[in-house]
């Protein structure tokens, strides 16, 4: 499996960006697909999770209501729509993905991640 990420940038609070997941090389259909946060001198955090087998979707109460996890099947691509903006959601944000059929939300830490693309927000 791997996932590529982007789509990560500098933007002022309040502003909004889309982060994208390209994801290649599953076996199964099911699967999940999750993306997660790393910001220095804090602990790594869940963000998101979409069940592939079913579209259930997951947040982080931090990020419900302002960011929204979508997939595109046609493209294997899986989105994070990121609205409103705080400087806190400042990270290094992974997309990672397992082999399974729930995304035993608030677990995120599945088999596999891409290599990472950098968030920043200003104040």
């Known amino acids: 499996v791997q996932l590529v990420e982007s789509g990560g940038d500098l933007v002022q609070a309040g502003g909004s960006l889309r982060l994208s997941c390209a994801a290649s090389?599953?076996?199964?259909?099911?699967?999940?697909i999750g993306w997660f946060r790393q910001a220095p001198g804090k602990e790594r955090e869940g963000v998101s999770c979409?069940?592939?087998?079913?579209?259930?979707?997951y947040y982080a109460d931090s990020v419900k209501g302002r960011f929204t996890i979508a997939s595109d099947s046609a493209k294997n691509t899986v989105y994070m729509q990121m609205n409103n903006l705080e400087p806190e959601d400042t990270a290094v944000y992974y997309c990672s993905s397992d082999y399974s059929v729930s995304c035993y939300w608030p677990q995120y830490d599945y088999d596999y991640r891409g290599q990472g693309t950098q968030v920043t927000v200003s104040s």
């Open positions: 979409i069940n592939n087998s079913d579209g259930s979707t």
């Open positions: 090389g599953f076996t199964s259909n099911h699967y999940v």
